[in-house]
């Protein structure tokens, strides 16, 4: 790896840390703030499709089924997610979102679409255009290798 891109690393992980110490979304309810990065993930994708089997939750996120039920029951306990047991598969089980979790992560989204409009404010037009060319060949990149 080239120094330029060891400084695009580095400089990515920085401000992914200030906008996480700094700009952390502060009007919303606490529950959603409070769960680690893996536990965001499994509520987003969870947001995302309305209702999932465990797993296929488990296999989207590339964990074992063992290791996401772990991370889903602390959710579950914190009252962010709701499992229900299917009613024609005793071993099937459904897992949703609860309404508190749906409103905290419309919040939670709507509160980072502004400091993130505010951090990109300090770009150009042209910087900005430049920077989503960037990421869409980055993007078109990894959906080719998936």
Known sequence: MDVTS?????YIRRIGQLVKKKFAPKNCAKGVHEVTMAQMYILGRVFENGRMKMGDLARSEG?????MTSMVNKLVKNGL????SDEKDRRTVWI????????EVLCHLK???GIMGKLLDVLTGTEKKQAVKML???NDYL????
Do not use: A, N, Y
């Open 63 to 67: 964990v074992k089924l063992p290791t």
């Open 111 to 113: 509160e980072m679409d």
């Open 143 to 146: 959906e080719r290798m998936v």
């Open 96 to 103: 949703s979102v609860s309404g508190r979790t749906k409103k």
């Open 81 to 84: 997610l709701i499992r229900e």
């Open 136 to 138: 869409i060949k980055m």
């Open 6 to 10: 060891r400084e695009l690393i580095e």
